[in-house]
């Protein structure tokens, strides 16, 4: 009796000694992965952008507006970060169709794309993203679907759709065997997958074990005991008749099984089972767009254990729920998704319930919390003729954000999830969505290695940044530590310098860059003609997948005629107005900010020969000719000497080396002379004083490049295009007979609410009649989001009759 006691104390001390032990490993092992994660987030800040677009469906030969939104990932604050941004229109098969480098004012920027008469129908990937979004896989840029219509050529016919398929996913990822699990499935590239679809799971003997149908959108889900060394089949038969037959995943022998339910109010419940009878600390680790929420720790006893996660320990959208075992391996994971709590709301209230033709909207906005409290918020909108431009079912700001920014891969009309949230249904298939997708926005063994990430793009704070490579031609050799110049020609003097590394790698970074046609790239060894410099493309090479052509909603022939009037009308009639841009306040200061002396040549005696005019009035340049080279040393002021080598030389912010060249230029064409006399720093490069010809034309006029000079035809930042708006205030405006076609009736980028929630709209309607959709989007300062959609009718005015 004595000995069966000592035993039994004895076991009970060795599995307390067991539990103590593993506790203080776990505690370890969680602080060190907190640590670790920590860390990384720390060092990887991230963007989201979200493009609000005046509507989703366009005309060959019309304007694609949109204003750009630029948050902090993990909070959605607005986030002044980058200085531009990269936007793009791409076909289905990832080809560039537009390109356009947009300027970021603080945290937005707004811009637009002529779509040219040229273009085919189709559907069109409109997406954008930063040069530090490059660093990250590219389902983080911004991606929208838009069509276009070229009524010209009509309905392209659809690509052959892709065969249905059905895939299964066993939540926290894993299938085990004697462990009931929770399977979700999702149905693809088939538009009956709501309606009918009925399925089963077949064990290998052919007998039905189960039977599961979709609840919404293609998704549902079943539990399921699987036994060991069983192979599940599944076959579903589709509204229309398609039979799709899979496999489920093998059932491990051994492993973990993770369960995330509702508990009671105010609580989600993770439940724990694993094929493990031994005691074993696992913990639990939460994270919220890479903000850590939770860090739970538990021991698995006779293979259960749970946690209990407050919802208010959650941010709003998706949450990732990652189980780790004692050795830090993440074991089992799946996504959470806790809706807003208290959204705001946004009231578009119109003067007046239907509209005749020309006639004043006035719209009165008011931005609030759920409270009916008024707050500001920034804001765009846009009025959209309804019937040419069905409802859009791409991600609004607030979806976009909260659920489609962190999914891979395309949601089906992810408003939808929002519309109806007290639905037990829609909240159901948020779950099956969370199931079905699996991602998050870095990888466990990047985090937990400890290494310090890599990056290969840098932040754009300051302005655009140009890269390139100096190469010798024919082997490739890199060209270090060689002097290379950028010059965007032009009254305002834009010129930057670098010295290549040991990579032959050459930067540039250009504020303001506001260019819409060349740029010169050189070397100071303009004879050396082995010297090879090619600029990196600044737009991404990296893209989604590419998708199928999908089929446009069919559009009646009135339609397509009205439609293709409304674009010619409006080419025809309003073309100045659609091409007329705001002119950017930048400064014009050149780099050098101002020079020592400066000579309007206007005033002095005007010579005929460039060496004249430097000899006789240009006193701080002394011309000199050596071996047959003119030189051109500059006066030192602080030295009260003359340098004892060249300054840097340039004509219309280009460096010319070959002084011979330019002393047989036109003076005649030169306006203006600049002369810093003093040594001038630029980065790790310094010049003996600057010597700047300005010409009247800034554009270099008629003077001859070295032919060895690289000259790039390179878009700088898009210019602002404005919106036009007729003003038909004055009757000789509303009664005159030039057409009004317009199907966007108004576009702004600055519809931001004032410090009482409140902000007027106003502008004309067009002749067209019918219902228009106006939508509003916006963001406050601490990120919260607002999404309205609201409507507005216009009628044909009356006819007028005589006596």
């Known amino acids: 009796m004595m000995r069966s006691t000592a035993i039994n104390l004895f076991r009970s001390l060795l599995l307390l000694s067991c539990i103590l032990v593993a506790r203080e490993g776990k505690i370890i092992a969680q602080d060190e992965t907190v640590a670790s994660f920590r860390r990384y987030v720390s060092a990887t800040l991230q963007e989201k952008l979200f493009l609000h677009t005046d509507k989703p469906v366009y005309a060959a030969g019309e304007i694609c507006w949109f204003k750009i939104y630029n948050v902090e990932a993990a909070t959605h604050r607005p986030l002044a970060f980058s200085s531009l941004a990269y936007a793009e229109v791409l076909d289905n098969n990832n080809k560039p169709v537009l390109r356009a480098k947009i300027a970021l004012n603080g945290s937005e920027g707004n811009g637009s794309f002529f779509l040219p008469t040229s273009i085919q129908s189709g559907t069109y990937k409109l997406r954008a993203y930063t040069n530090w979004m490059k660093n990250f896989d590219p389902a983080f840029y911004f991606e929208k679907r838009i069509t276009v219509i070229n009524t010209r050529s009509g309905l392209p016919a659809a690509a052959a759709a892709p065969a249905p398929e059905i895939a299964f996913f ?10 009931e699990s929770r399977i ?35 998704m549902g889900s079943f539990r399921l005991l699987p036994q060991a060394n069983e192979q599940y089949k599944t076959v579903l038969r589709l509204a229309d008749g398609t039979i799709l037959r899979g496999t489920l995943p093998a059932a491990a022998s051994f492993g973990d099984v993770m369960e995330v339910t509702p508990g009671p109010e105010g609580t989600v419940l993770v439940n724990v089972r ?12 939460v994270h919220s767009r890479n903000s850590l929420k939770a860090s739970l720790s538990n021991t698995l006893q006779n293979g259960r254990t749970s946690f209990t996660l407050r919802t208010d320990q959650l941010s709003e959208g998706i949450s990732h729920i990652t189980l780790f075992n004692a050795a830090r391996q993440p074991v089992c994971e799946r996504l959470w998704f806790t809706y807003p709590r208290y959204p705001l709301q946004a009231d578009i209230r119109t003067d007046a319930a239907e509209y005749n033709t020309r006639s004043k909207v006035r719209l009165d906005l008011t931005t609030m919390n759920y409270g009916g409290v008024v707050l500001p918020a920034n804001c765009s909108v846009a009025v959209y003729r309804t019937d040419a431009a069905p409802a859009d079912a791409e991600a609004d700001i607030s979806s976009y954000l909260l659920l489609a920014s962190d999914i891979p891969g395309r949601i089906e009309d992810p408003s939808w999830y929002f519309q109806h949230t007290g639905d037990s249904i829609v909240q159901a298939s948020m779950d099956h969505l969370m199931l079905t997708y699996g ?4 990888k466990w063994q990047d985090v937990l290695s400890q290494r310090p990430p890599l990056f290969s793009f840098v932040p754009e704070r300051n302005g655009h940044i140009v890269t390139g490579r100096m190469t010798r031609t024919g082997t490739g050799v890199p060209i270090r530590d060689a002097a290379c110049y950028l010059s965007v020609p032009g009254t305002r003097t834009q010129f930057k310098g670098s010295i290549s590394d040991s990579t032959g790698r050459v930067v540039f970074e250009l504020r303001d860059f506001y260019n819409t046609g060349e740029i010169i790239v050189q070397t100071d060894n303009y004879a050396d003609s082995t010297i090879s410099i090619e600029l990196q493309n600044p737009f991404s090479e990296k893209y989604t997948p590419a998708f199928n052509q999908e089929k446009i909603a069919t559009i009646s022939e009135p339609e397509l005629q009205l439609q293709n009037m409304a674009v010619q009308v409006q080419n025809e009639f309003n073309a100045g107005r659609m091409r007329q841009f705001s002119l950017p306040a930048v400064d014009t200061m050149p780099f050098y900010y101002k020079a020592d002396v400066s000579y309007l040549l206007d005033n002095y005696t005007r010579f005929n020969a460039m060496e004249e005019v430097l000899r006789e009035y240009v006193t ?11 030189h ?14 060249d300054p840097l030389v340039l004509l219309d912010g280009v460096p010319l080396f070959d002084f011979n060249h330019l002393l047989q230029y036109d ?24 010597v700047n010809f300005i010409t009247y034309k800034g554009n270099m006029d008629g003077f001859e490049l070295d032919p060895h000079t ?28 030039l057409p009004d076609y317009r199907q966007l009736l108004y576009w702004t980028a600055d519809a931001s609410t004032d410090k009482n929630g409140k902000r007027q709209l106003s502008f004309y309607t067009s002749d067209i009649p019918g219902r228009y959709t106006i939508v509003l989007q916006g963001i406050t300062a601490n990120g919260q989001t607002i999404s309205k959609t609201a409507f507005l009718d216009i009628k044909e005015p009356p006819a007028i009759t005589g006596k």
């Open 184 to 218: 979700a499935f999702r149905i693809r590239n088939t538009a009956s997958a709501d309606q009918a679809a009925r399925g089963a799971v077949l064990n290998a003997g052919g007998d039905t074990v189960l039977q599961f149908a979709p609840l919404a959108k293609g």
């Open 710 to 737: 690289t000259v790039i035809d390179y878009q700088g930042l898009q210019l602002q295009r404005e919106f036009y708006s007729p003003d038909y205030s004055q009757p000789s405006e509303a009664l005159s007979h």
């Open 620 to 630: 701080p340049v002394n011309v000199r000719k050596q071996n047959g080279r003119y």
């Open 274 to 285: 694993s094929t493990s009878r031994e005691p074993a600390s696992v913990y639990l680790f």
């Open 632 to 645: 051109l040393p500059v006066y030192d002021e602080p030295s009260k000497g003359f340098f004892n080598s």
């Open 667 to 690: 003076p005649l064409k030169v306006k203006k002379l600049d002369v810093v006399s003093r040594r001038y720093f630029m980065g790790n490069m310094a010049f003996e004083g600057i």
């Open 170 to 179: 066993p939540e926290g990822g894993n299938l085990v065997a004697g462990i």
């Open 439 to 442: 991602w998050r926005r870095f």
